[in-house]
C-alpha cells in the first residue's frame, strides 16, 4: 500500500504553531487518525471535510493541550469548496426517482459547518463558532474575523480545509489578542 500524506506542525513567520495536514485520498486520513492514536470512533462516520479539518485540530491540540479555557475557545474554518464532494455525494441519494434513497447520515454533513461541531464536541469547546467559504484565501478576511471572534472569545482556533486535485488540505492554529498578527 502506498499511502501519500504528510502532517505536522511547524510555527510560522510571527511565531504561532500551524498545524497542517496533506493526503493524497481518504484512505490516508484514517491512517494519520491512527498515527495520532485519537479514540473518537465517530471520526469513521465523518465526511472528508470534517475529516480532515478534524485531524488538523487534533495534532494542533497536542501542542495546546490544557491551554485553552473551552468555555471562551472559538471555532473558525475557511475553505473555498465548503461541503460540495459530500453535496454532490448526497445528489447521488436523491437523482434516480427508482433508486431514491436519501441518506440522513450523509444528509447532515451538508452543512458545511458540522466540522466545527466535531471539534467543539471533541474538546467540550463552548465559544462562537462560524464557517466561511471563500473564493480566494484572504488573509485580512481571516484576521478580521479572528478579530471579532476575539470580542467574545479568549482564544479561536482557525482552520482552513480545501481539496486541492482531488486529495485533502487543511491547517489549524489558535489565535489569541496577544498573537493576533498578520
Known amino acids: 500500500m502506498d499511502l501519500k500524506f504528510r502532517y505536522g506542525c511547524r510555527i510560522d513567520d510571527y511565531g504561532r504553531k500551524v498545524s497542517y495536514i496533506e ?3 481518504s484512505e490516508c486520513l484514517g491512517y494519520v487518525y491512527r498515527e495520532l492514536h485519537l479514540n473518537y470512533p465517530k471520526f469513521f462516520k465523518m465526511d472528508d471535510l ?3 479539518g478534524f485531524l488538523a485540530v487534533e495534532r494542533l491540540m497536542i501542542e495546546y493541550a490544557n491551554l485553552l479555557d473551552v468555555k471562551t475557545t472559538g471555532v ?3 475553505s473555498k469548496e465548503a461541503s460540495l464532494p459530500t453535496d454532490r455525494h448526497f445528489e447521488e441519494t436523491i437523482c434516480d426517482t427508482e433508486k431514491f434513497f436519501p441518506s440522513p447520515s450523509i444528509f447532515v454533513y ?3 459547518n458540522i466540522v466545527c461541531g466535531e471539534v467543539c464536541i471533541r474538546h467540550g469547546f463552548q465559544g462562537e463558532t462560524s464557517f466561511y467559504v471563500l473564493e480566494n484565501y484572504d488573509v485580512d478576511v481571516v484576521k478580521n474575523i479572528c ?3 476575539l470580542a467574545n472569545n479568549s482564544a479561536v482556533i ?3 480545509v480545501d481539496f ?3 486529495g485533502f488540505s487543511a491547517q489549524a492554529e489558535v489565535f489569541m489578542a496577544e498573537n493576533l498578527k498578520i
Do not use: I, N, Y
Open 23 to 25: 493526503a493524497a485520498d
Open 50 to 52: 470534517s475529516k480532515v
Open 76 to 78: 473558525v474554518f475557511f
Open 110 to 112: 451538508t452543512l458545511p
Open 147 to 149: 478579530c471579532d471572534m
Open 158 to 160: 482557525c482552520g482552513v
Open 164 to 166: 486541492p486535485d482531488g
